[in-house]
């Protein structure tokens, strides 16, 4: 593996540490290209996919709890790469803000079954608390024509419209791109 690849954790947290606050109405997509790998970061504050950041508690925040980790493990329905460039799925991750235990990796894309949070949850407290979640997914890409990958299509804006905004970083071996993509908008050219 590289150094751009050996680094990603450091950037992805760095990009992270730098655009924070936790911000409702904000998140945040990271890739970094050394090709033939992709790795695609996916950040968000848990009310912007959910309309809540507490352990849910009722069947209704069950079910859209349930649906939030089943979209983010389907990357298609976030982020469509464009199809000259021959990306394959190789591997999702996602960070839940609840679970104790690791975080699951699902390793081969194949397995999106619900494996559940696991380890004890504790009390996260009363809901008219102020809390603040945020949720992660990773997903790594081989992709056979990488030069290609010069526009995106971000479903996640149509599909999470409580995302206001979202903060698009993009590293490669010979480029870096920064834009915010406003809501309404879901398409961006990479130059």
């Known amino acids: 593996m590289n150094a751009l690849l ?17 911000q409702h109405g904000q998140a945040y997509l990271d890739m970094v290209l050394e ?22 508690a009722t069947k209704e925040e069950q079910s859209r709890w349930e649906q939030v980790k089943q979209d983010m493990q389907t990357p298609d329905l976030l982020i469509r790469l464009p199809e000259d460039a021959d990306c394959s799925l190789s591997r999702v991750l996602l960070q839940s803000p609840f679970a104790t235990a690791e975080a699951h990796d699902h390793g ?24 603040h979640a945020d949720l992660m997914a990773e997903y790594q890409y081989v992709c056979a ?24 970083q993009f590293i490669a071996p010979d480029r870096l791109h920064r834009i915010d993509i406003n809501a309404g908008q879901d398409h961006v050219e990479l130059p």
Request: aromatic share 4%; hydrophobic share 30%; glycine share 10%.
């Open 6 to 22: 050996k680094s990603l954790p450091l950037l992805l947290a760095t990009s992270t540490a730098l655009a924070a606050p936790h």
């Open 145 to 168: 024509r990488a030069e290609a990958l010069r526009q995106l299509e971000l479903p996640i804006m149509q599909k999470y419209p409580d995302i206001e905004r979202l903060r698009l």
């Open 108 to 131: 081969d894309h194949g397995d999106h079954g619900d494996h559940g949070d696991h380890g004890d949850h504790g009390d996260h407290g009363d809901h008219g608390d102020h809390q």
């Open 35 to 56: 090709p033939p790998t992709l790795l695609i970061s996916i950040s968000s504050p848990l009310a912007n996919l959910t309309g809540f950041e507490y352990q849910p």
